[in-house]
Structures are given as C-alpha cells and as structure tokens.
C-alpha cells in the first residue's frame, strides 16, 4: 500500500487525536494552527466520490467531535473543515481526509479562497444553462454523478 495515511494507520505512527473502527483523527506533520487534525475514514477511499455514505457519516460525525473538543480543550472560537477531492481540487493525498483547523479571533491567518475560477461550462454553443439548474435538474432524477 502506498498510500501514506494507510501506512500511518496501519503502522499506528500518526501523533493521534481519536482513533476509532470507521475514522481516525491525527496532527498533521505541518500544522496551519496549534491543534490542526486531520479526520480520515480508516478504510482507504480516495476521495468525496468514491466513499459511502455511512463511511462519510462517521467521518463527518469523528469532525464534528473533534471541533468541539477545540473550543473545549483549546479555546478556540470557530474551525474552518477543508477537504479536496480529484482532479484539480489540489487533493494532496488520494485518501479521502478533512481539516480541521481551529481559529481564534485575530488568529493572522485566512483559510477562504479570495480568487475566483476561471473556468467556464462547456454546454450548448452560447448557452452553457445555469449550473445551479443543471445541478438541481440532475440531484431531481437521482442520478448523483460518480466518477
Ligand atoms: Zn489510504
């Protein structure tokens, strides 16, 4: 297995914060803030596509528990959650994984993106339809795309 938080599960080297039969929660090696975790399913799935619902449900259930230990044990005041998941979301391990990085007021630092993408629908010639649209007509028929 390649993978490197498959290794750190498997080889239990990870500096944990919970670990449980579905998700796990360790520090990452370069923190963005005092106490940053990172929460991960304990099964390898690669990203938000490809892992089960119940799966993404423990793991998002591990998330929140650890953000209120945040404001408990460190006196944090928010989190900021960050995840990316394929191609072009700059995913930096294929295995699905959530940040959860505490924030104090005036804490110097800004986790929301400031820029705007750049990319445009490829649809129709000239009418691309209105994405929310597109995305609502789609989720209607139950048909919730995986790649
Ligand atoms: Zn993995």
């Known amino acids: ?40 399913p304990t099964r ?16 998002m259930a591990l998330v929140q528990r650890v953000a209120g230990a945040m404001r408990t044990a460190l ?10 998941s394929g191609p072009g979301s700059e995913q930096s391990v294929p295995h699905l994984h959530f940040h959860v990085v505490p924030r ?10 400031t820029g705007r993408s750049e990319h445009h629908l490829a649809g129709d010639p000239g009418d691309p339809g209105d994405p929310g649209e597109r995305l609502a007509e789609l989720l209607a028929q139950g048909q919730q795309h995986r790649s």
């Open 1 to 40: 297995m390649n993978c490197t938080f498959c290794r750190l599960i498997q080889e239990g080297t990870a500096r944990w914060v919970a670990r449980e039969t579905v998700a796990c929660a360790f520090l990452p090696l370069d923190p963005l803030a005092p106490g940053h975790t990172l929460v991960v």
């Open 104 to 113: 104090w007021v005036d804490d110097g630092i800004s986790t929301w993106p």
């Open 44 to 59: 390898h799935y690669a990203d938000v596509f490809d892992t089960p619902p119940d799966v993404l449900a423990a793991a």
């Open 75 to 84: 006196g944090a005041s928010g989190v900021n959650i960050l995840s990316a």
